[in-house]
C-alpha cells in the first residue's frame, strides 16, 4: 500500500499549493526510502539497508532524464509554445476579434459568436490558452458589457472559447499524450478535430439558444462606420487570411503526411516571424521575449515531466500500479466500468490539478490497463484530452477562470465568472460522451 499512500499524500501537498515538480520529486524520494525499509524489514535487514535500498531505485533516474531529453515527439512542445507567443505579441487576436465584431455584431449574441469564431482560429494557430483568454479578456469583454451582454454570458463565453486551445490541433496536451501512449501525434491531431469542431458548434448553439429565449442577455450590436458592408467583409477576410494560411501550412503538412508534427512546428515558427514582419510588430525585443516566455513555460512543462518519471518509477515500484489495475480490471462492465470510472476521476480531479500533472501521473496508470483490455489508445487518447479541457473551466481552480478575473473589469465578480462557464462545461460533458458512445459519429473507428 506505499505506493497508493504516496499517491494522496503527492496529491494533498499539490492542493496545499507546493510546487509540482518539486512535490512529484520529494515524495518519490520519501517514499522510496520508506518503500526500501518496508522491504528490508520484510526480510530481516537493518533500516540503514532499507534505505540503500530505496536510493537504488533512482539508478536508472539518469538514463530515464537523458531519454526525455532524446525523445523527438516532446520537441515540438517549445516550438508550438513558441510559435504561439509570437503571434500573441503580433496583436492577432485583436484584428480578428475587431472583424469578426463587423462581421457578426448586428445578429442577437452576435458578438459572442465572433468571440467564439476568433477562439477557435486563436487555438488553431497560437493554442496558448493563458493568451487567448487574456486577449478577448481585454478586448472583448469591456465591448460586449457596453452593449448590455449578461456578465455570465459574456465571461463563459470568452473563458470557453479560450480553452479551445487544448483540443483544436496543434494542442500542447496532444503532444503530451502522443508521448506518454506512444502515438504519432499526426492521428491525435486528425482524430481530435471533428470533436474539436462539434464543441465550438455546441458553444455557438447555446449562444443562439439562449440569446433567441432571453432577449435581453445578449441584444443585437449596430456598429457605427464609415466604411460599406462590402468593405468590412473585404477586411474581415484579409484579417481572417494569414492566420488561416498558417494554420493550413501546420496542419495540412501534418495531415498530408508532408512533414511530421515536430516538423511542421518550426514551419509555424516561421510563419509567425512572417506574420510578425507582415504586421510590422517584429522586433529584436520582441523575439527576445517570446523566447524567454518560450524557455519559461518549456522548462516548467520538463521539470513536471522529470519529476513525474521519478514518481512513477517509485509508485510502479512499491506495487501501487498492480494494486490499481487489479481494481480497474475488476470493475462491473469490465471496458465500460473502466472508461466510465476513468473519466469521472480525471473529471474530479481536474477541479483541483493541472492537466500537465493529470498527463503524466494519473494517464500512465491507465494506459497499460487500457491496453490490456483492449480499448482503441487513439480513442481513449481523444477522450482524455477532451476531458482534460474541461479542467480549464471547472471551478475553483481552472486557470481560464483566473487568466479571465486577472484582466475583467471590477464591475465582474468571481461568483459571476463560475456562474457563467457552468452552461459552457455541461456542453463539454455533453461532447464528451458522444465521442465515449458514439465515437463513429466522429470518424474514429474504436475496433482498430
Same mark, same amino acid.
Given at each position: 500500500?506505499?505506493?497508493?499512500?504516496?499517491?494522496?499524500? @503527492?496529491?494533498?501537498?499539490?492542493?496545499?499549493?507546493?510546487?509540482?515538480?518539486?512535490? *512529484?520529486?520529494?515524495?518519490s524520494v520519501f517514499f522510496a526510502?520508506?518503500?526500501? /525499509?518496508?522491504? @528490508?524489514?520484510?526480510?530481516?535487514?537493518?533500516?540503514?539497508?532499507?534505505? /540503500?535500498?530505496?536510493?537504488?531505485?533512482?539508478?536508472?533516474?539518469?538514463?530515464?532524464?537523458?531519454?526525455?531529453?532524446?525523445?523527438?515527439?516532446?520537441? +515540438?512542445?517549445?516550438?508550438?509554445?513558441?510559435?504561439?507567443?509570437?503571434?500573441?505579441k503580433t496583436k492577432l487576436a485583436?484584428?480578428? %476579434?475587431?472583424?469578426?465584431?463587423?462581421?457578426?455584431?448586428?445578429?442577437?449574441?452576435?458578438? +459572442?459568436?465572433?468571440?467564439?469564431?476568433?477562439?477557435?482560429?486563436?487555438?488553431?494557430?497560437?493554442?496558448?490558452?493563458?493568451?487567448?483568454?487574456? +486577449?478577448?479578456?481585454?478586448?472583448?469583454?469591456?465591448?460586449?458589457?457596453?452593449?448590455?451582454?449578461?456578465?455570465?454570458?459574456?465571461?463563459?463565453?470568452?473563458?470557453?472559447?479560450?480553452?479551445?486551445?487544448?483540443?483544436?490541433?496543434?494542442?500542447?496536451?496532444?503532444?503530451?499524450?502522443?508521448?506518454?501512449?506512444?502515438?504519432?501525434?499526426?492521428?491525435? *491531431?486528425?482524430?481530435?478535430?471533428?470533436?474539436?469542431?462539434?464543441?465550438? /458548434?455546441?458553444?455557438?448553439? %447555446?449562444?443562439?439558444?439562449?440569446?433567441?429565449? =432571453?432577449?435581453?442577455? @445578449?441584444?443585437?450590436?449596430?456598429?457605427?462606420?464609415?466604411?460599406?458592408?462590402?468593405?468590412?467583409?473585404?477586411? @474581415?477576410?484579409?484579417?481572417? +487570411?494569414?492566420?488561416?494560411?498558417?494554420?493550413?501550412?501546420?496542419?495540412?503538412?501534418?495531415?498530408?503526411?508532408?512533414?511530421?508534427?515536430?516538423?511542421?512546428?518550426?514551419?509555424?515558427?516561421?510563419?509567425?516571424?512572417?506574420?510578425?514582419?507582415?504586421?510590422?510588430?517584429?522586433?529584436?525585443?520582441?523575439?527576445?521575449?517570446?523566447?524567454?516566455?518560450?524557455?519559461?513555460?518549456?522548462? =516548467?512543462?520538463?521539470?513536471i515531466l522529470i519529476g513525474a518519471?521519478?514518481?512513477?518509477?517509485?509508485?510502479?515500484?512499491?506495487?501501487?500500479?498492480?494494486?490499481?489495475?487489479?481494481?480497474?480490471?475488476?470493475?462491473?462492465?469490465?471496458?465500460?466500468?473502466?472508461?466510465?470510472?476513468?473519466?469521472?476521476?480525471?473529471?474530479?480531479?481536474?477541479?483541483?490539478?493541472?492537466?500537465?500533472? /493529470?498527463?503524466?501521473?494519473?494517464?500512465?496508470?491507465?494506459?497499460?490497463?487500457?491496453?490490456?483490455?483492449?480499448?482503441?489508445?487513439?480513442?481513449?487518447?481523444?477522450?482524455?484530452?477532451?476531458?482534460?479541457?474541461?479542467?480549464?473551466?471547472?471551478?475553483?481552480?481552472?486557470?481560464?477562470?483566473?487568466?479571465?478575473?486577472?484582466?475583467?473589469?471590477?464591475?465582474?465578480?468571481?461568483?459571476?465568472?463560475?456562474?457563467?462557464?457552468?452552461?459552457?462545461?455541461?456542453?463539454?460533458?455533453?461532447?464528451? =460522451?458522444?465521442?465515449?458512445?458514439?465515437?463513429?459519429?466522429?470518424?474514429?473507428?474504436?475496433?482498430?
Amino acid at each position: 500500500m506505499v505506493g497508493i499512500i504516496m499517491f494522496f499524500a @503527492a496529491l494533498l501537498m499539490l492542493l496545499l499549493g507546493f510546487p509540482v515538480a518539486f512535490t *512529484f520529486g520529494a515524495v518519490s524520494v520519501f517514499f522510496a526510502m520508506i518503500g526500501g /525499509i518496508v522491504e @528490508a524489514l520484510q526480510y530481516d535487514q537493518t533500516i540503514w539497508e532499507g534505505f /540503500i535500498i530505496g536510493k537504488d531505485m533512482f539508478g536508472f533516474m539518469p538514463f530515464r532524464i537523458f531519454s526525455i531529453m532524446q525523445n523527438t515527439i516532446l520537441m +515540438a512542445v517549445p516550438l508550438f509554445i513558441f510559435m504561439g507567443i509570437v503571434l500573441q505579441k503580433t496583436k492577432l487576436a485583436e484584428r480578428l %476579434l475587431e472583424s469578426m465584431g463587423f462581421l457578426f455584431g448586428e445578429v442577437r449574441g452576435g458578438l +459572442a459568436i465572433s468571440t467564439i469564431l476568433v477562439g477557435t482560429l486563436l487555438a488553431a494557430s497560437t493554442g496558448v490558452v493563458g493568451a487567448s483568454v487574456v +486577449a478577448m479578456g481585454v478586448i472583448s469583454l469591456p465591448v460586449m458589457l457596453k452593449y448590455g451582454y449578461n456578465k455570465e454570458l459574456a465571461t463563459g463565453t470568452i473563458c470557453a472559447a479560450g480553452t479551445l486551445g487544448q483540443i483544436i490541433p496543434p494542442s500542447i496536451i496532444l503532444i503530451i499524450l502522443g508521448d506518454v501512449f506512444q502515438l504519432p501525434v499526426g492521428d491525435l *491531431f486528425k482524430a481530435a478535430l471533428f470533436p474539436g469542431l462539434t464543441l465550438v /458548434i455546441g458553444y455557438i448553439l %447555446l449562444i443562439l439558444i439562449a440569446a433567441f429565449f =432571453m432577449k435581453d442577455i @445578449a441584444p443585437p450590436v449596430s456598429v457605427q462606420s464609415t466604411e460599406s458592408k462590402a468593405k468590412q467583409i473585404l477586411n @474581415a477576410l484579409l484579417a481572417v +487570411a494569414p492566420p488561416l494560411i498558417l494554420i493550413v501550412l501546420v496542419l495540412g503538412s501534418i495531415f498530408s503526411g508532408i512533414a511530421t508534427p515536430t516538423e511542421s512546428s518550426a514551419v509555424g515558427c516561421v510563419g509567425a516571424i512572417v506574420l510578425a514582419l507582415l504586421y510590422r510588430s517584429f522586433s529584436f525585443k520582441m523575439l527576445h521575449e517570446a523566447a524567454l516566455g518560450t524557455v519559461t513555460v518549456t522548462a =516548467m512543462v520538463f521539470g513536471i515531466l522529470i519529476g513525474a518519471t521519478a514518481f512513477s518509477m517509485v509508485f510502479s515500484y512499491t506495487g501501487g500500479e498492480e494494486i490499481v489495475e487489479a481494481f480497474m480490471l475488476g470493475l462491473p462492465g469490465e471496458k465500460w466500468g473502466f472508461i466510465i470510472l476513468s473519466m469521472v476521476a480525471i473529471l474530479v480531479l481536474g477541479f483541483f490539478i493541472d492537466f500537465v500533472e /493529470i498527463s503524466y501521473i494519473i494517464v500512465p496508470i491507465l494506459v497499460p490497463i487500457a491496453e490490456a483490455i483492449g480499448i482503441n489508445p487513439v480513442w481513449f487518447a481523444i477522450l482524455i484530452a477532451m476531458n482534460l479541457q474541461t479542467s480549464f473551466l471547472t471551478p475553483p481552480f481552472g486557470f481560464s477562470l483566473f487568466y479571465l478575473k486577472g484582466v475583467a473589469p471590477p464591475g465582474v465578480r468571481t461568483v459571476q465568472i463560475y456562474r457563467g462557464v457552468i452552461p459552457f462545461i455541461l456542453i463539454q460533458i455533453v461532447v464528451l =460522451m458522444m465521442l465515449m458512445f458514439y465515437p463513429a459519429f466522429f470518424g474514429i473507428d474504436i475496433m482498430h
